[in-house]
């Protein structure tokens, strides 16, 4: 049978390079190529108890529907704590929760963009979102990056033009895949521009949490005044990915309009972890367990760095991220990484090669390196691995 | 600040209706307006076992990052053992977990949609999905129905018609809002038709199992050889609505477009929830636990038509549902049904309105009324309530 399918279901294609990485589930193969904390430091004793007194205490309630917005208390200590150590003043009728926070940059999508819109993005950005943006249709305009992030000039030159881009998509803290972090200044100018030019800014915020030196950063939501800023959330990076628990905030005329999203989506979150993940956060400090998530990726960065400098050869550079989970190298310009991956798969060694984060697709010599999921030991014995497989290739 | 949405947000209105029905939450208030499950049936002890046991057993995985289209041992059991019980012989690589059924109509729609495209359904039928279709701006070519469901002289006289309709959308058991079953013939006769005009058929399923007498229906699903049916299942009316676990099963080819979809949407579903009720499957027999939840119904369905016999004009005339979890009642025709609940709220019983479940809204004299949530003495005393307001409003 032929289905007739929607114009915007005809961009959804399988990603060969997700068919490649299946192997890297093979326990031989070190793989620097998921984005996947590390479980072992999942708060799984805690999270456990929770769940044994939510099921003791409030099971009905718990397992029946609940409101769209989501869970009270959870809303609650987001707005009045997380948010606030982003330094961001919020509200609760500023909050709804997500499925992860992909489900917020679906939702992004679907409420700003018509087909063929123009979008705002860093070159390269998120290739998550990315997939997002195309299903919808979105043309890119794109701000090169420095070692502090998106350079404003070149922001302002593109809101000067024609174009009218919809929103401006980026990840201030750790982005995904560079690791580079957009400094105080520029965020400021950021949002300023944001405002003066009324294009909303969707922050995506998953690691600004997991920062290595120094205090977290000002959220560029913690600069907006007039409501153009929508900080997306997530617990997936501080207690666990599986539960699916981000969140949207944003200006509470604009979230009603997620709300009325979240809706039709699905109804709302899972309510039983809701009410975990809210019982956890209340019972327990998250900066605590923050924090020693924060000292095992702080060791495995440096010995992820420490071995490329040892290993990679001098012309071959990658960044120095400051939190986050990823660092970004760059590989001559005559190698193609993803030629490179099927070789080094051989070695039984992963990565994710760059060109699918560029939304135009135009530079195959780039490669992302994940240090929060494999073992010390097996950083450095990898990183020699890929090295070779790089010097085979020259 | 005034925010520039796409075309399609626009459609997105916060009802008034929800509004009003917000007061339902006052204990003194009878409700027949929701539709939830009784929560004194959930298997509460049953699910907290499963999750001490996954969190004993099998933490780690169960709170990283899991496959997009599920998790293997759910959707085994849903392939072999759920679709099963209602005829559909079904393999593991034909089924998705989505967040409840309501991701499942609006993957649908999001999937083969344009713009004003016209699709089929019955008239009435479920509000959630007409929602999801208004966002997608899509155009209805409504079925009437008698107590045997949808009259298939109709729907073969619009699909001869030019408006080439993208999908036939069909609540076939216990549909909500009428309770009406389609009979087994009709089945046959609209997968017949489907297959010969090739159009695919979302079959929403969301009540089948609970069936008051007799057998469960065989689905639609089950007399498709050609893979024109799409089938939506969850486990939110026979476990629990609060963990959000529903499925698609379909054609492998046409299934993965909608796990790529998932795959952009949200990632994935809740990895621990759905181990917990994988484990709950693989070790309960949910078939027995449904049978409690029928005996419950039954008895308060019979309740609820009893007292209608007994207290209403008998001018005014109720389905008589062989399952799920409404009956729908017809008013004379000078009665707008949203000016009545205005009245009945002040008298402390609620209902829905039945015109926004008209697609074209184009009947305000019906109401739903769900037995399943209020206690058996409290289903009498309302439905006297509601007569007395009925009958003030002639």
Same mark, same amino acid.
């Given at each position: ?26 326990? %031989? ?22 769940? #044994? ?17 989501? /869970?009270? @208390? ?6 009045? %704590? ?5 330094? $961001? ?18 939702f992004c999508a679907r409420l700003f963009l018509n087909d063929g819109d123009y979008i705002i993005c860093e070159d390269p950005s998120y290739l998550g979102a990315i997939n997002?943006?195309?299903? /919808? ?6 701000? !090169? *990056? ?18 009218? !881009?919809?929103?401006? /998509? ?6 995904? !895949?560079?690791?580079?972090? *957009?400094?105080? %200044? ?5 949002? &300023?521009?944001?405002?003066?030019? +009324? ?6 915020? !998953? ?37 699916? $628990?981000?969140? $949207? ?7 009603? &309009?997620?709300? *009325?999203? +979240? #809706? ?9 972890? #809701? ?5 956890? @956060? ?11 998530i924060i000292e095992v990726y702080t060791r495995r960065r440096d010995l992820m760095l420490a071995s490329i400098k040892q290993y990679f050869a001098p012309d071959i550079k ?15 310009k005559n190698i193609d990484a993803a030629e490179l991956l099927v070789v080094a798969l051989e070695e039984k060694v992963a990565f994710v090669p760059g060109a699918p984060f ?12 994940? /240090?929060?999921? *494999?073992?010390?030991?097996?950083? +450095? ?14």
């Open positions: 049978m032929q289905y007739i399918l929607a114009e915007r279901a005809k961009t959804l294609k399988a990603s060969e390079i997700r068919e490649l990485l299946k192997v890297t589930e093979q326990p %031989e193969i070190i793989s620097f190529a998921g984005g996947l904390p590390d479980p072992a430091l999942f708060p799984i004793e805690e999270l456990a108890k929770m769940s #044994q007194t939510v099921f003791a205490t409030d099971a009905h309630a718990a397992l029946q529907y609940g409101p769209t917005e989501g /869970y009270g @208390l959870l809303r609650d200590i987001i707005a009045y %704590e997380r948010m606030a150590k982003a330094k $961001v003043i919020s509200h609760h009728d500023e909050i709804l929760i997500t499925a992860g926070s992909q489900q917020g940059i679906e997002v943006f195309d299903t /919808y249709h979105a043309n890119y305009l794109t701000v !090169p *990056m420095d070692e502090d992030g998106m350079i404003i000039e070149e922001l302002e030159k593109i809101l000067q033009s024609n174009h009218k !881009p919809k929103f401006i /998509y980026t990840i201030p803290d750790f982005q995904n !895949p560079t690791g580079i972090t *957009m400094s105080i %200044e520029r965020r400021k100018r950021l949002v &300023k521009l944001a405002t003066q030019y +009324k294009i909303p800014v969707i922050e995506d915020n !998953p690691y600004g949490d997991v920062v290595f030196s120094g205090e977290r950063n000002p959220a560029l939501k913690s600069f907006d005044t007039d409501g153009w800023v929508i900080f997306l959330g997530t617990f997936s990076k501080t207690l666990c990915p599986g539960l699916r $628990v981000g969140w $949207v905030c944003a200006n509470q005329k604009l979230l009603h &309009k997620f709300i *009325m999203l +979240k #809706q039709v989506t699905d109804l709302q979150c899972n309510t039983l972890t #809701q009410r975990e993940i809210g019982l956890y @956060l209340k019972t327990y400090n998250i900066d605590e367990h923050i924090r020693k990658c960044t120095s991220p400051n939190g986050g989970l990823f660092t970004w190298v760059k590989l001559p560029f939304p135009n697709k135009n530079h195959k010599n780039f490669l992302r390196l994940n /240090y929060s999921n *494999m073992p010390d030991e097996k950083i +450095k014995e990898g990183i020699k691995r890929l090295a070779h497989v790089i010097e085979s290739f020259r």
